[in-house]
């Protein structure tokens, strides 16, 4: 689940400006950094702008990256503060109705109506969370972020990242219940699993 650190080599190639190396980190990483991205902008289009203006702002900043520090968390960083920008971008602008039907639905083949509407209504309450909560939920059950590397991508502490974590799953287990929906049974003060890693990991 978690995401694994780009070899050495290929990242000190890309350090010095090594294209090929370059896209080697990009392939490794456009996936997870897409579907983080699309899950807090709700619009597929942007977000595969937004990813594409990652990596840009990554490889113009790799000269400057310090191989103390883990690459993800770095990568990670970068892609909050574009999302934030962003956010705040539309903000001021005049407001459109993002449709539902604009976040792609998980690839789920012949499963069961009732775990379709399942797995729809986990990404609605992923949306409805305020855009902290969100981030630091997808890192952990979407990413594969640790607590760690989550409070170190975010700029928070590692307090904040469990509590956010916490209310985000208590959040969405409470929205899945006004719904009828029970993944896990009634206890909604102890979260036994997080929601959003089994909508996506059902298949």
């Not at 962003?86 to 083949?109: G, H, K």
């Amino acid at each position: 689940m978690s995401l694994p650190q780009p070899d050495f080599g290929v990242l000190r190639k890309a350090q010095r400006g090594d294209e090929r190396a370059f896209s080697i980190i990009v392939r490794a990483y456009q996936v997870p950094v897409f579907n983080y991205v699309l899950r807090l902008v709700g619009d597929r289009a942007l977000a595969e702008d937004l990813t594409q203006e990652i990596f840009l702002r990554v490889f113009q900043g790799l000269p400057r990256f310090s191989l103390r520090s883990k690459f993800t968390t770095w990568l990670f960083q970068v892609a909050k503060n574009r999302v934030l920008d962003e956010l705040r971008a539309v903000e001021r602008r005049p407001r459109a109705v993002v449709d539902i039907d604009d976040v792609p639905p998980l690839e789920v083949l012949d499963a069961p109506f009732e775990r379709l509407e399942a797995i729809d209504a986990v990404w609605r309450a992923v949306e409805a969370l305020n855009v902290d909560l969100k981030m630091a939920l997808l890192l952990r059950d979407i990413v594969g972020l640790s607590y760690t590397e989550i409070a170190d991508s975010l700029e928070i502490t590692l307090a904040t990242v469990k509590w956010r974590i916490y209310k985000a799953r208590e959040d969405v287990q409470l929205a899945l219940a006004r719904e009828g929906i029970h993944l896990y049974g009634d206890d909604v003060a102890e979260p036994a699993a997080p929601a959003v890693a089994a909508a996506a990991e059902i298949a």
